[in-house]
């Protein structure tokens, strides 16, 4: 039990981490809707609004963020805490693009009127943006996008076509990169800009994922005319803009938090079956175990690092790749021991906290998205091991 | 090294060809998955009409004496069909009415093999393995009590071939309950539920009709991952990325021969395990190496077969995911790859 | 028991496979010295002399060779049923390129003279050749090779160094592939030579190998002169020459021999230990058996090909590959299982026939020789796949 | 992530680097190995001068606290000196004779510590794990009786410091049988022979002494695939093969990429097991698993170094095998992968 009670934007920078972290547990066991524990899909935002309204209310929703505009101003070693301590708790992770990236990117390179009417919007929650950056035909390589911005008179006119946007249905808003320059090199010609998603031309369409969810969007954009002001940052500097945003975060993507949850599903099921008692499962089991233990061993050498205020490396790529093969082992286990119930489309129909479909559908693109795993290898391989580029 | 499963005998070689080449009228290997896609989570999952044009073809029963109403045929025939319904991503519950068939021989009722009527065969209680004891106690004149549990396709059954302990029975539908769960592929699995249920016993052994449908489940496996390789190949040469064809990176070069290399050893696998079925007797062995070097490299493939498509392959838009989706469904169907290890075991430890 | 016993030079293709069968594995138990059996290391010659003079006075000895040369002119069946039966056995191997390499070549390619003095002299073990093909700087990228010949007068001058020449301290001729003409694509510049390795320039150096055997070695050319005949085929033509002998011979590469010796090796180190009880233990070995009868199964489908006369194609580097990953799996689980004795630099006391650490380090060079698991991949990636050559 | 094992104190990292520092005089991370190579295959297999080094250094006896003769060091400091001996290939008994100090505390004859005499340690007697009381019974008068085996480099034991199920025991070597068996590392094992050897009992308990011996050996086994991997990768920038450097090709890449992540999950694992003893109890999960993945990683990491090393990898004379025989020869010492995961699985069973 912590030992004071936090007011709604207090500065919680100067506490102890202990307590600090025993701070936060308290309030998230006290604040967060129980039923939404452990989802078992993203939320949409309308399942989710409760929440967002109490850490809205209680000024904790950007943590990232400086104080000045709003957030809790945190330092990485309290962020991480935090991070931890929702991770702990099951807390669902919500529409929060304007939050980690549209915030953050309108503090540093947006014009003062782009800051004052966006930041308190994405606090209060009026406005839920959403991403486009990758295109059907770019994938990893990101930077060979061609959605285009003409300039037209004081405005700029948007065509092309965007896609794995998260969440898009759920948004208001849409940040966008596009080429506005093809004569330079193609990470020198793109440009960031922001605008409703109800501007005339901006269709937004679910695509299913094998999941069965509607997590991401294409989006498509024909003619879509919007203000000058639309644009963040100086003309044609968008990739540098977005690119240097991701810094210490990276190091969430290995995080061990859904190895654990795989992990526990997988004992559960065990259990379920009655088969703990198998010799080969037990030593399966211990065998995950000892794995997992060791990657929360490599997550914190990481986090450690993030702790000392140090940056971190293109090395922190590894992380992201051990926890993709970790996670995807484990559900790939799950199958193995789930029998006929591995093949059914809903969770079990006797305990409906077990689905081995889904946990092994959902454990397929950590190892696609952020970065395909081969991408992350390749990074390594030059900017670790210093290893030729003969290959991109 | 061709796509057949090479029996030594030229002619039989040629008639497997010919049968392959038949089966291209309803499992084409170039096909789209139109048909499938509108059969999705539907039931009863497949379509009646290509049913008759499969019991037109000769398909039921095939293994069985041609005296007994069957084709005569054997199980490297059996299995090369099943590999081109894999290919197809079938929905027909072609292996298990062959199944069935195979349970109550020359009993058979000849309106199975016109496809005019569909029994399917209750055998598993067990959510893995072979067993087909359980579930279901037989009381005085034949009366069925219990349940059998994961019938694929159980919704489109006419009548249902009981496996017990105390041999085989046939039942009639309207006195059993039935539940359906949708699966992943797009089917359902059913549970039925029988109290005192009136059936007519049968002569017939399921556990010799079980290792066939073991081996051609693995057989159909084989034709899900082949099929799969292909469509990953043809995107590894149409895909490009940094400025290349992603089929010329090198590390994705030697993950397709590794799939390659699974693909063809199972093939070889089931191959012997088509041969001991074929020969007689003590084919287990080679029908759990079949079933577990099946479940476990067309998991391998599908996955790296998404792997490879990238975001793309996580839609449930893009075929690629369908494969996947079967292999998920189907792997663990008739033994998992570890059920069938733990058999091979058993079996084997004597001799050592 | 066989119906008839062969007299020696017999022509035994006439026979049923299964009679032929049961004649050689008869002979060889009749024949084969018991302590030869199974030998832990490649036999030298000199250790091997009884049996290659047996063999030779049969007229076993050359298998592959047209009966009027004086082998036994088996069909591809019937030859791979004569090594099924030696490995059975636990034949050991012989220094035998005289009888696989140059006899076949010197039969297709050589002239009447080479032939007429060669032939029988490989036959009665007079002649014991070596290779001189791999150099330091070439590795898998055998044809750049830098030794060179040049022509003065009526002789061959060589100047170079070859590597990995195996058993080259027991040879008395070496075969050699030497740059011809540099001038054109790499490959089609290059000849071969056959000498004796008494010519004065030449220095065979032993090399001792991870298992301390010096199976292979170096030889150095120093202004080594050579008449003009000593070229066989024509001038460039080495490459082409030295390759196309490698046919259905290449399904030797992924015969299941090895892996058998290793999984029996390490069946036998579990019941010493007395650690057949573990169930983890005993699912290794059950799984490691169902790899291997599995690899059989694809052995068997090339066999096969070879039995019904049809060509070998590229796909036969997959089974080498295959048996690589199993073999050196089978031997890692040997060192995993062994505890301290892992560690020892020979056979175990109390029982010689147990020897963790040398079928551990024996099992290294299978990826790495007769084209390395890498350089076969690229083979079936470009050949039977079709993938793009961007990559050598 | 640099290669210091991070402790979060500054002033510890200062003490730890200027430690890591200090051990280039005798273990040098870019060295030759002509002096490995010349002790190889001989007895006692390393040389009583740099012996004589190692006690100036301080390095004997660091864990202990000061007033009983140590440097009162931690178990990070001990792990940072054998990575950084395990990275020269160090042949000198350094773990083993800590083992022994560790064993004996504070009764540790001093002579120990300033090098002049070698007491190693003789505790096993099966050939895999950590038990010590099997082997040797201690009959009246303290007097040791049966065997004790694998005790490396035992040939060089001016004294015997014996584990029983009944407490520690110093012998002279005078008294007791020795028979060696040579390694593949050129160092040797020794069995030692009791039969009614006179001892002197001691207090202490070899329980946290061969904990801290594991990690000690887990740390070696870091130093081991360090080093191992930076020849690799610098053989990778030089070797040219189809007229490019072999570094260039992606399949190498992105296994040197899976080794380097091997490495540095073993570093992490190892901190934690440090990070566990020095902090006291309740270690011995965190030991098994730094001593299940270094062992694992070692062999994995060298494995691979032949297979990019090419043939010449394959030869005694390539330094890179010196890597390999290293950890084939200490991999399995103080327990194997195989035994640690049981007894991780054994000591968690309880908590699941």
């Known amino acids: 039990m912590p030992a004071i009670q936090p007011s709604p934007h207090d500065d919680l920078n100067p506490l102890p981490d202990q307590e600090f972290r025993a701070i936060i547990r308290h309030w998230i066991q006290e604040n967060y809707p129980e039923h939404l524990r452990n989802p078992q899909r993203r939320l949409h935002i309308s399942d989710g609004r409760e929440w967002y309204e109490a850490l809205s209310r209680q000024g904790w929703l950007a943590p990232n963020w400086p104080r000045e505009h709003g957030g809790m101003g945190l330092s990485p070693s309290k962020l991480l805490i935090m991070i931890e301590e929702q991770e702990r708790h099951g807390v669902a992770r919500l529409p929060d693009q304007g939050i980690t990236m549209v915030g953050p990117l309108l503090i540093r390179h947006g014009t003062e009127m782009q800051r004052q009417h966006h930041l308190p919007r994405i606090l209060s929650g009026e406005i839920i943006w959403c991403q486009g950056y990758s295109e059907p035909n770019a994938g990893s390589d990101l930077a060979s996008l061609q959605t285009r911005a003409m300039r037209d008179g004081d405005d700029w006119v948007i065509n092309g076509q965007k896609i794995w946007t998260t969440l898009g249905m759920d948004a208001d808003w849409i940040y966008v990169l596009a080429r506005t320059d093809t004569h330079v090199a193609k990470q020198k010609g793109i440009s960031f800009f922001i605008m409703p998603v109800t501007a005339p031309g901006i269709e937004i369409r679910p695509i299913r994922n094998l999941d069965m969810h509607d997590e991401f969007c294409e989006v498509f954009f024909r003619d879509v005319r919007i203000p000058a002001e639309s644009i963040v940052g100086a003309i044609n500097s968008g990739w540098s803009i977005a690119k240097n945003l991701l810094s210490f975060e990276r190091i969430f993507l290995g995080s061990p938090f859904q190895a654990i949850g795989a992990l526990d599903h997988m004992a559960r099921l065990v259990e379920h079956l009655g088969r703990g008692s198998e010799p080969r499962i037990a030593a399966m089991l211990n065998e995950l175990r000892m794995e997992l233990a060791d990657h929360q061993s490599f997550y914190k050498s990481f986090a450690d690092q993030v702790r000392r205020g140090e940056p971190l490396g293109p090395d922190v790529s590894m992380l992201k790749i051990n926890l993709s093969v970790l996670y995807q082992r484990i559900t790939d286990h799950i199958i193995e021991i789930a029998g006929e119930h591995a093949a059914i489309l809903e969770p079990l129909p006797d305990d409906r906290s077990l689905y081995p479909a889904s946990a092994f559908i959902q454990a397929r693109p950590h190892s696609i998205y952020g970065g395909s795993s081969e991408i992350q290898k390749n990074i390594v391989a030059k900017q670790v091991l210093g290893l030729g580029d003969n290959i991109a | ?352």
Chains 1, 3 share one sequence.
């Not at chain 2, 074929?278 to 079949?290: E, I, K, L, M, P």
């Open chain 2, 1 to 352: 090294m061709n796509d057949a499963l090479h029996p030594d005998d030229l002619d039989r070689q040629q008639q497997l060809r010919m049968l392959i080449e038949s089966a291209k009228g309803i499992a084409p290997r170039h096909g789209d998955f139109t048909r499938l896609r509108g059969l999705r989570f539907s039931q009863p999952g497949f379509d009646r009409d290509v049913w008759t044009r499969i019991a037109e073809m000769g398909w039921l029963g095939l293994r069985l004496p041609e005296n007994a109403g069957g084709a005569g045929l054997g199980m490297l025939e059996y299995a090369a069909l099943a590999t081109e319904a894999g290919a197809a991503l079938l929905p027909e519950p072609f292996i298990e009415v062959q199944l069935a068939i195979d349970m109550m021989g020359a009993a058979t009722p000849p309106s199975v093999f016109a496809g005019d009527e569909i029994i399917l065969p209750a055998w598993a209680s067990d959510p893995d393995g072979l067993g087909f004891d359980g579930g279901v106690i037989v009381g005085r004149g034949g009366r069925l009590s219990g349940e059998k549990r994961f019938v694929p396709m159980g919704a489109a059954a006419d009548r249902v071939a009981v496996a017990t302990n105390a041999g085989i029975f046939l039942a009639a539908m309207d006195q059993v309950g039935i539940q359906t769960l949708p699966l992943q592929d797009g089917g359902h699995a059913a549970t039925f539920h029988f109290e005192c249920c009136p059936a007519t016993p049968l002569e017939g052994d399921p556990r010799p009709a079980l290792e066939a449908a073991t081996v051609a489940n693995a057989a159909y496996l084989l034709g899900v991952m082949e099929r799969a390789f292909d469509i990953t190949l043809e995107y590894l040469g149409t895909r490009r990325q940094f400025d290349r064809l992603i089929g010329s990176f090198q590390v994705l070069q030697h993950r397709a021969v590794d799939l390659k290399i699974q693909i063809e050893i199972t093939r070889a696998v089931i191959r012997d395990a088509c041969v001991a079925l074929d020969g007689g007797n003590d084919a287990q062995t080679a029908v759990s190496r079949a079933k577990t070097r099946a479940a476990e490299a067309a998991m391998l493939v599908t996955r790296q077969a998404i792997q490879m498509h990238g975001a793309i392959g996580y839609t449930d838009e893009a075929d690629i995911g369908l494969f996947l989706r079967k292999a998920l469904t189907i792997g663990n169907r008739y033994g998992s790859a570890s059920w069938h290890r733990a058999r091979h075991a058993a079996l084997t430890e004597r001799d050592m």
